[in-house]
């Protein structure tokens, strides 16, 4: 932990918004289920900013959805742990069985135990989202609900319900007034120091057990600027393969840690490394292989490339990112690695095939990635090690649907 401070920096805010982040449901299925939680943080940040004291020097919420995509989202993420007043977590049954949630959580708690709070629980201002099963001693929910008690709607059935009901239009607003109002006192009665708080990669849950994480493979399949294509622009490579930087203009991070943070949020613990020998074989977890066209245009590159798509599992899932589009040449190479993903051999389900098989810009990397872990997991709990329904011919699906994997607690839609 950093020194401590009473003065309010620039950035700091009323609350922090805690929730756990929901996969698509299906491949085909590109709704964003985390919608509602979005909806509700407009909503609690104009309630806020209605009930807020005129030059606070403190802005209504933090949501991580309104991170930059260029930014370093464990930095803000950090950041906004280290500066917030209130913390407000969605409490639901995937917000408890998630690490990276609990750990949200287990550091703004840190951050108010060193400062030296007397009530730390005070600080956090907990929402029933979903209903929750034999959890309802979770940390501060009692007195939350005993807060509301006047809106009995909201203890039986939770907040997201009745913001997705119109009938209970009113009781939504009322439940999120009383949010407000408490989360403006508790920030104007008694300011928190802004201080540094540990990195979220070094606290644990309190509610999860890390034991329990998902594992998955970032795989990177690019050049380095020792042998960078003749066309090819040397500020999108580093010493290392998993340096690649496709659109250095948008991001101050390589690829694979954008596609890192993204799995993270999907509770996995993630591992980076690159196709770095022939024959190499990728079948341990899974994953994606983030791939860079221009690798195709040197021989050592091509047969690096062609080796490890050979026969991939269906598991692990390939993912062309042309940096130039519109470049005939890159278009050309483009082209000619599609035709290797084409006829890898593999026997890649139907479903799979529907996932997105190249982007071309930061954004549309970042908006992917959510449906090619979540296939990836699908495919791994069904085909996988251990899997109890084999793989058929390509196409097909498992032929008892009574023998694939429940989805985990809350995969449905937290959100």
């Excluded at 949200?104 to 907990?126: D, I, K, M, N, S």
């Excluded at 490890?308 to 899932?317: E, G, I, K, T, Y």
Aim: include cysteine; charge should be negative.
């Amino acid at each position: 932990m950093g020194e401590a401070t009473s003065e309010r920096v620039q950035g700091s805010h009323y609350f922090f918004l805690s929730y756990a982040h929901s996969p698509p449901l299906e491949v085909y299925q590109q709704e964003d289920q985390d919608r509602w939680v979005a909806r509700f943080f407009r909503d609690l940040t104009a309630a806020v900013e209605r009930h807020a004291a005129p030059g606070s020097g403190l802005g209504a919420g933090f949501f991580d959805q309104a991170i930059p995509l260029s930014e370093d989202w464990k930095a803000s993420l950090n950041r906004a742990l280290g500066t917030a007043e209130v913390f407000v977590p969605l409490y639901s049954p995937g917000y408890f069985a998630r690490s990276w949630p609990g750990r949200e959580w287990a550091c703004f708690h840190r951050r108010v135990t060193q400062a030296g709070l007397a009530e730390p629980l005070r600080r956090f201002v907990p929402v029933l989202w979903v209903p929750l099963s034999g959890q309802q001693d979770a940390p501060g929910l009692s007195e939350a609900l005993a807060a509301c008690a006047s809106v009995p709607e909201y203890a039986e059935n939770g907040l997201r319900a009745l913001l997705r009901l119109r009938p209970y239009h009113d009781a939504y607003v009322a439940v999120v007034e009383q949010l407000a109002r408490r989360i403006v006192a508790v920030a104007q009665d008694s300011p928190l120091p802004v201080s540094d708080t540990t990195s979220i990669d070094e606290e644990r849950s309190p509610f999860a057990p890390e034991a329990a994480a998902k594992r998955f493979m970032v795989a990177v399949a690019a050049p380095t600027v020792r042998n960078v294509p003749a066309d090819s622009d040397p500020g999108y490579y580093g010493e290392k393969i998993t340096d690649w930087r496709p659109f250095p203009q948008h991001q101050r991070l390589p690829l694979a840690d954008y596609a890192k943070a993204v799995a993270e949020r999907l509770d996995f613990a993630v591992m980076i490394t690159e196709i770095a020998k022939k024959g190499e074989r990728f079948t341990t977890w899974p994953g994606v292989i983030l791939i860079d066209p221009w690798l195709y245009s040197d021989p050592a590159g091509l047969e690096l490339l062609t080796s490890a798509l050979n026969d991939l599992p269906p598991w692990v899932l390939p993912l062309l990112v042309p940096s130039l589009p519109d470049d005939l040449r890159l278009s050309e190479l483009s082209e000619r690695v599609e035709g290797i993903l084409q006829g890898d051999g593999s026997t890649r389900p139907a479903e799979s095939q529907r996932v997105p098989g190249a982007v071309s810009s930061l954004q549309g990397f970042v908006s992917a990635m959510p449906v090619l872990v979540a296939e990836a997991e699908r495919q791994y709990l069904r085909y996988g090690p251990g899997a109890a329904v084999p793989p058929g011919p390509p196409g097909t699906l498992s032929p008892d649907p009574a023998k694939r994997p429940a989805r985990s607690p809350g995969e449905a839609g937290d959100g």
